[in-house]
């Protein structure tokens, strides 16, 4: 069992910055592929980025590409999500999640086996 823990959001202004972190607890964390997925009261859990075990691979959706920026430390068994230019629309609780094989990166809430607790991020208008 990989256990979860999500830090780093907060109330922003429409514009600023955020860096989320998620750090597990595990000693094989290069072995996970992790992503990161954001839920809002009128969406379900939709996927944001990705990131292989090895850092080399990475994967955005679409309307984050180019403002969010997904990496890892394995040594410190964290990954990150730098968000940058955040929008009122990027308001939701986001979620990371850590998936066994990690040889790639994966965009499916199925793929992924365990998942934090979720940190609300708020920006504001």
């Known amino acids: 069992q990989v256990q979860l823990v999500e830090s780093g959001g907060g109330l922003v202004q429409t514009g600023g910055s955020l860096r989320l972190s998620c750090t597990a607890s595990t000693h094989t964390f290069s072995r996970y592929a992790m992503g990161w997925f954001r839920r809002t009261p009128r969406k379900e859990r939709e996927f944001v980025a990705a990131?292989?075990?090895?850092?080399?691979?990475?994967y955005y959706q679409d309307v984050i590409r180019g403002r969010f920026t997904i990496s890892r430390d394995n040594a410190k068994n964290t990954m990150y999500l730098q968000m940058n230019r955040l929008k009122p629309e990027d308001t939701a609780v986001y979620y990371c999640a850590a998936h066994e094989a990690g040889s790639s990166w994966y965009v499916r809430t199925l793929n992924y086996d365990y998942w934090g607790q979720g940190t609300q991020v708020t920006v504001s208008s």
């Open positions: 990131i292989s075990g090895d850092g080399d691979g990475t």
